[in-house]
């Protein structure tokens, strides 16, 4: 184990822990609060690690939805991935056999650490890169655990509990406007989001703004790589 990339690893994930902490509690107590038992709250965090699309499974649970419903879902609301994997394809290479692994485990959190802060110097840097999506996996699987054991035990009004994930998406976005100096991606992403919102409706926002993002951010790479590095 590579104790200096996993120190500079939590370092990097704290906030991220922090807020997946609360936000899987958050869904094992609405997991509870419809009789499911702990270890399906678990084995919901282990193997589809899908924020969004886990506090969507809970309505769809609610509703006795079909279990393909769910899983088609999933897949429509998580292949934004899809965008964020083409950016991460020279850096997933060179981390060998953790590579499968790794794109498991990419988040939007996750993909915003690996994207938006500068990797600590005299670190393996694939070591470091698998630390840290590591530590966000596990910190979200022990809050789901924790919110649904507790739920099991105290009965908790869940109202509004699912705006915990937006609010973790908000604290990510803070720092990142701290971090750097362009302000060009989140101008086109706030533009490309409300454009995308009128054009396709509230339904299909996240897909076509997604879309038109990623288009707009590599027509315009040298202009905001140059803007970054004034």
Same mark, same amino acid.
């Given at each position: 184990?590579d104790?200096?990339?996993? =120190? ?6 704290? $906030? ?5 902490l $609360? ?5 094992g107590?609405?997991m509870?609060?419809?009789? !499911?038992?702990?270890?399906t709250s678990? @084995?919901?965090?282990? +193997? ?10 809970? #309505?769809?649970?609610? *509703?006795?939805s079909?279990?393909?419903?769910i ?6 609301? =998580? ?13 997933? *290479? ?5 590579k ?20 600590p110097?005299?670190?393996?840097? *694939? !070591?470091?890169?698998?630390?840290v999506?590591v530590? =966000?996996? +596990? ?7 924790l919110?649904?054991v507790?739920?099991?035990v105290?009965?908790? #009004?869940?109202?509004?509990? #699912?705006?915990a994930?937006t609010?973790?998406f +908000?604290?990510?976005?803070?720092? !990142?406007?701290?971090t750097?100096?362009?302000?060009y ?13 009128m054009?396709?409706?509230k ?7 997604? @879309? ?10 040298e ?5 970054d590095?004034?």
């Open positions: 184990m104790k200096k990339a996993l =120190n500079e690893a939590f370092k990097t994930s704290l $906030p991220v822990i922090l807020g997946y $609360p936000s899987g509690f958050a869904f107590l609405m509870s609060s419809l009789g !499911q038992k702990v270890i678990g @084995i919901m965090a282990i +193997l589809m690690y899908a924020g969004a699309g886990q506090y969507i499974a809970v #309505d769809f649970i609610k *509703n006795n079909p279990l393909i419903t899983i088609i879902t999933t897949f429509l609301i =998580n292949c934004k991935h899809l965008f964020y994997g083409l950016s991460l394809i020279e850096t997933f *290479n060179k981390t060998g056999r953790k499968p692994f790794l794109i498991f485990l990419l988040t939007d959190e996750t993909y915003a650490l690996l994207t938006g802060t500068v990797y110097k005299n670190v393996n840097t *694939n !070591q470091y890169i698998f630390y999506a530590i =966000n996996y +596990l910190s979200w699987i022990a809050g789901c655990v919110g649904a507790f739920g099991s105290v009965k908790f #009004d869940t109202t509004g509990l #699912d705006f994930m609010a973790l +908000l604290v990510l976005l803070t720092s !990142q406007l701290k750097f100096t362009t302000k991606p989140f101008i086109i992403g706030a533009g490309t989001a409300l454009f995308a919102l054009l396709f409706g339904g299909n926002i996240l897909l076509g703004g997604a @879309i038109m993002t990623v288009i707009l951010l590599v027509v315009l790479r202009r905001i790589e140059k803007d590095n004034k």
